[in-house]
């Protein structure tokens, strides 16, 4: 099953179906009793779909359903990564789980977010034995021509509106047929719209559009990369290694030009950290391995060689 499709997956909804799993002895939880626990007929108005917008609902599955039906998704994912697994009527948690969470309040949203984007990427890699990169391949693919496109201060909804169209920016990579497209309709891209920012990739402008931003994800993935200054070129390497749709990743789309010009995505996301006070990008001292950041305005190139990079703690933050 792909992450974008069926629509009901929701992230947070596998959180809870995980921490309900481990709040149970042996980190074992009968599946009918693991749905009715997540999704009670009485609270299943709070997991309504998230791209359920129709004044008229008259059409559609009832509430009781819907939200049955995002938790038996949303459990069918958990388990399509490998957090957790079927044993007969039962659902327990994997070793790749428990090498993260022993009980049930240690699977908070962040730490919840990194393993996922791992476990992505991972699948994404061919490094798993069994499945396929159907798993997530449309989310990856989708990710990577948000990374590749250009003037990332733009937004992107799908095909209607005022913001970029998603679906245009596609076809520069798999072409017009919309068979070939990592996301090849509106249904497909409001769960897009979910998961990207919930795993640290862009940044939600509103319910119906966003823009690449991968500072999140980066900030947590090199948190222990010690404070120094960096060659640009090392830097966009150790970036290339934790993020693969980003340049000279596996999964990336961009091709820079002779000008070393940085992808949309990563400046976008460099130029938050800055923002963040994480990192600093010093003018080049030379031309020599320079590299082009820029967000597509006038004004905003910069040429850097190095990178200042030094994230600062919580403690700083606050």
């Known amino acids: 099953m792909a992450l974008l499709t069926p629509p009901d997956i929701l992230p947070e909804a596998m959180r809870f179906l995980l921490r309900a799993v481990l709040a149970h002895p042996k980190a074992r939880c009968e599946k009918l009793a693991l749905l009715t626990l997540v999704a009670p007929e009485g609270l299943v108005e709070a997991m309504k779909p998230l791209d359920s917008d129709r004044d008229d609902e008259s059409d559609g599955e009832d509430t009781a359903a819907s939200g049955r039906i995002i938790a038996d998704r949303s459990l069918t994912a958990l388990v399509s990564l490998g957090l957790v697994a079927s044993e007969g009527p039962d659902i327990v948690a994997t070793d790749v789980a428990l090498r993260h969470w022993r009980i049930a309040p240690q699977v908070s949203a962040a730490s919840f977010s990194q393993v996922l984007r791992s476990r992505i990427w991972r699948i994404a890699a061919g490094d798993e034995a069994t499945g396929s990169d159907s798993r997530v391949d449309d989310l990856v693919d989708g990710l990577a021509v948000l990374f590749a496109a250009r003037e990332p201060l733009r937004?992107?909804?799908?095909?209607t509106g005022v913001g970029r169209m998603f679906d245009a920016a596609q076809m520069k990579w798999f072409g017009p047929n919309k068979r070939d497209w990592p996301v090849t309709n509106a249904t497909q891209f409001r769960p897009f719209l979910r998961w990207a920012p919930y795993l640290g990739l862009a940044q939600p402008i509103n319910s119906r559009s966003l823009v690449a931003d991968a500072s999140r994800a980066l900030l947590e993935d090199l948190r222990d990369?010690?404070?120094?200054?960096?060659?640009?070129?090392?830097?966009?390497?150790?970036?290339?290694?934790?993020?693969?749709?980003?340049?000279?990743?596996?999964?990336?789309?961009?091709?820079?030009?002779?000008?070393?010009?940085?992808?949309?995505?990563?400046?976008?996301?460099?130029?938050?950290?800055?923002?963040?006070?994480?990192?600093?990008?010093p003018a080049a001292e030379s031309d020599t391995d320079a590299v082009v950041v820029t967000l597509g305005v006038p004004g905003d190139s910069t040429r850097v060689s190095h990178v200042d990079w030094h994230p600062r703690t919580s403690a700083e933050e606050r």
């Open 155 to 159: 937004p992107f909804e799908f095909e």
């Open 225 to 281: 990369m010690p404070a120094r200054r960096l060659r640009a070129a090392e830097f966009i390497a150790r970036c290339s290694e934790t993020l693969p749709i980003s340049d000279g990743g596996p999964r990336s789309l961009w091709k820079p030009d002779d000008g070393q010009e940085l992808s949309p995505g990563l400046s976008m996301t460099l130029r938050q950290l800055e923002a963040a006070r994480h990192l600093a990008l």
